[in-house]
Nanobody, 123 residues
Framework: QVQLVESGGGSVQAGGSLRLSCAVFGYTGSTYCMGWFRQAPGKEREGVAAIVAGGRTTYAVSVQGRFTLSQDGAKTTLYLQMNSLKPEDGATYYC?????????????????WGQGTQVTVSS
C-alpha cells in the first residue's frame, strides 16, 4: 500500500544543480527508512543517500559534500539536493523506503520503490 513518487529529474550541465523530491503515500507514521538509489546503464544499483536504521543519514562517498538529503516537516517527502553535478552522476534515480532496514543503504533492504526519475548531466 505504500507508494513513493519521485519528481525533479531532468537534464543539466556539469556543475549545475537539481533537487529531487520523493513523496510517500500510505505511510502509517512508523519509523521509516527512506533513501535515494541510482542505476546507470551497465552498472549495479547503488545507494546515494538514505536515512537508515537509527535515523542515521548516510551518503555515498562519491556524493559527499555535493548532495544533501532532507525531509519536510511531516516527514512524508524526501528531498535530494544535488549540487556540482558531474557527468558520472547521470543515472536513473529511485526513491525507496522500508519500515525496517539496516544500518547501511542496501537496495535489497528497501521494500518500496518509486518508478524512477532520469538525471542526465552533460559535460
Amino acid at each position: 500500500q505504500v507508494q513513493l513518487v519521485e519528481s525533479g529529474g531532468g537534464s543539466v550541465q556539469a556543475g549545475g544543480s537539481l533537487r529531487l523530491s520523493c513523496a510517500v503515500f500510505g505511510y502509517t507514521g512508523s519509523t521509516y527508512c527512506m533513501g535515494w538509489f541510482r542505476q546507470a546503464p551497465g552498472k549495479e544499483r547503488e545507494g546515494v543517500a538514505a536515512i537508515v536504521a537509527g535515523g542515521r543519514t548516510t551518503y555515498a562517498v562519491s556524493v559527499q559534500g555535493r548532495f544533501t538529503l532532507s525531509q519536510d516537516g511531516a516527514k512524508t517527502t524526501l528531498y535530494l539536493q544535488m549540487n556540482s553535478l558531474k557527468p558520472e552522476d547521470g543515472a536513473t534515480y529511485y526513491c525507496a523506503g522500508a519500515y525496517y532496514c539496516g544500518a547501511i543503504m542496501r537496495p535489497r533492504d528497501f521494500a518500496h520503490w518509486g518508478q524512477g526519475t532520469q538525471v542526465t548531466v552533460s559535460s
